[in-house]
């Protein structure tokens, strides 16, 4: 109570000297702000910040007492000319004030029109919130949105009514680790500007909206950490700009659409941790610009494919527990720029490949849990490079080797297990000197 009689003191104090401030200049000839404008503002960050005294620290946000969380722009065709908020930033790089451990989203939003960045991290901690239907249909300037890690940020993400000129510019939207779940809103496919979607780490369930494939200009698709079904659509092939497109830790099924080899432009491909099944189809020979291709914990149950060895950019290549057969491809020294190879945990079988050992960059290698066999001989300089990156806590005081062991080594990465160093066939490698044989 004492704090709100505190807000209502200052809204006074501002209210009654309100022509003071905004008559006041800047030294461009502008005026300050309109008084709705104003008093929105106050209110959208008495809502999210601890201290209610930022509405009498900060009267003239757009001049004399600014704030970093707080961007404004001249209005270029106003007479006499105005300032307008055109962002709003709480995020970890502005520790003070904290957020309220009561915070909410304010409907005063919308006295905000000219808005093009919304950015709010970490605030939404304790008490719940959620977006309102119409929340799309208040901001027709705005370019960037992010809301992220909000655990208490729940509900479903509502959806952009048609027509969707209320956000025509919209470029990023970032809905990371919040409470989000329901379906994905299909119509968000038509948000034509956009160019990052990632809804990562929510609760969203149903299938990915076939939509999607008009969003012609996104660059970044990320949708992990869900719990998402269906088949991959295969309108995300016209999606010719995409970068990075991460799938992972879905339960996504169904054969992998050969319309992804369009994706010429793919840097990251990130489908791991879901049910899909195989071929990868032979399209995927087009992604000539691919450096990083992840699809473990999938059914693939089939070979690797050739396909692969014309992937010139990949650097790593990861199909752990996928079903693998056949024999380790002797194809992969055309691949000079591969670091991390992983495909433990599949049914590979005969030896390991002698040139292996050639490629340039390797300094992860995983193939344990397989049926390999036969004489392993690989240079000792090749082991001391596997081994130097996860091993060294293995060195001995008197030798400069580092002991070559199999047993993999391993780094948590959200709760997925990841091959961090050497691993080929564990408790069956003999031999410090790279030489031995797999039984």
Known sequence: ??????????????????????????????????????????DVM??????????????????????????????????????????????????????????????????????????????????????SPSFFTSFSYLEHLTLQSNPTLIG??????????????????CLKQNGFHGEIPQQLGGLASLEQLDLSYNNLSGQIPQE??????????????????????????????????DLSSNMLNGMIPPELGNLESLVLLDLSYNMLSGPIPSSFSCLENLEY???????????????????KKLKTLSFSDCGLTGTVPTYFPSLKNLTALFLNRNNLSGGVPKNLAT????????????????ELSLPEGFIYRLGKRGLSKQKSCDSEKYSPSL?????????????????????????????????
């Open 46 to 131: 008495s809502s999210l910040l601890e201290d209610q005294s930022w509405v009498q620290m900060h009267p003239q946000p757009c001049t004399a007492t600014p704030w970093p969380g707080v961007e404004c722009e001249l209005g270029e065709e106003e007479e006499p000319p105005l300032f307008h908020v055109t962002k709003v930033h709480i995020g970890p790089d502005i520790l003070n004030p904290p957020c309220s451990s009561s915070a909410f989203l304010s409907r005063s939003l919308v006295k905000l029109p000219f808005l093009k960045t919304l950015s709010i991290f970490n605030c939404f901690t304790t008490s719940r919130v959620s977006l």
């Open 156 to 173: 479903k993400i509502p959806p952009p009514p048609p027509p969707l000129s209320q956000a025509p510019n919209l470029k990023v939207l």
């Open 407 to 439: 047993s993999a080594i391993v780094s948590e990465k959200q709760g997925h297990v990841k091959p961090n160093s050497f691993g080929i066939s564990a408790s069956v490698f003999t031999g410090e000197d790279g030489h031995g044989r797999l039984i």
């Open 293 to 311: 291709f992840l699809i473990d914990h999938n059914p693939i149950n089939s070979e690797l494919p050739l396909l692969l060895s014309t992937l």
């Open 359 to 374: 490629l340039p960059n390797l300094d992860q290698l995983n193939l344990s849990q397989n049926q390999l066999s036969g």
């Open 1 to 42: 109570m004492a704090s709100l009689s505190l807000l209502l003191v200052g809204y006074l104090v501002l209210a009654a000297d309100l022509g003071t401030i905004l008559g006041a200049s800047d030294g461009s000839g502008a005026e300050e702000m309109e008084k709705d404008e104003l008093l929105g503002l106050f």
């Open 212 to 245: 999607f494939g008009g969003l012609k200009s996104l660059t970044i698709l990320d949708l992990s950490w869900n719990s998402l079904e269906g088949q991959l659509p295969s309108s995300l092939g016209n999606l010719r700009l995409l970068q990075k497109t």
